[in-house]
Nanobody, 125 residues
């Protein structure tokens, strides 16, 4: 069974960068699109970034454009979320997920069927 394991979450200061990796130890990583979805306290999980199976397409939510970068290494079965200029509003549990598609509907959370356990990111002011 495919598992996704996020790591790298911690407490940082506003303005700091932070990178989150998400690994798929059991494989079955490619040729599926991948995405990142934070869930802030008391709020619903939402889309922030997605990437197609071959990295040709990426998508970002407006609040993170220019600050967050999604990338992947299919050889390592890992997807990354590089977050720069972090803000307190970015505080959330960050989940990675695997899409049922290879390159379409990157921002549609309903098209992601395999999820990790999440990693906590806290941004202090």
């Amino acid at each position: 069974q495919v598992q996704l394991v996020e790591s790298g979450g911690r407490t940082v200061q506003a303005g700091d960068p932070l990178g989150l990796p998400c690994a798929a130890p059991g494989g079955a990583f490619s040729p599926f699109a991948m995405g990142w979805f934070p869930q802030a306290p008391g709020q619903e999980r939402e889309f922030v970034a997605g990437i197609s199976w071959n990295s040709a397409k990426t998508a970002y939510a407006d609040p993170v454009k220019g600050r967050f970068t999604i990338s992947r290494d299919n050889g390592k079965n890992t997807v990354y979320l590089q977050m720069n200029s972090l803000k307190p509003v970015d505080t959330a549990v960050y989940y990675c997920a695997r899409s049922i598609y290879s390159e379409t509907s990157l921002s549609d959370m309903g098209k992601y069927d395999i999820w990790g356990q999440g990693t906590q990111v806290t941004v202090s002011s």
